[in-house]
């Protein structure tokens, strides 16, 4: 399986900015989210190409 970053828009990106904000204080320390899309290993397979994650 293969992962490539997601499109996202403003608000997705706002809101991983609060969600970050908000486990980063619940666990004490700095964290990171990162937002992938998954895809299938065949070639011609495209039905999640376009998923958020």
Known sequence: MKY???TLTDEHIHQLQEI????SE??????IL??????SDA???TK???AHR
């Open 4 to 6: 490539t970053p997601a």
């Open 20 to 23: 970050e904000q908000h486990l």
């Open 26 to 31: 619940a666990a004490g320390e700095d964290l």
């Open 34 to 39: 990162i937002a992938y899309t998954k895809q």
């Open 43 to 45: 070639p011609g397979d």
């Open 48 to 50: 999640n190409s376009g």
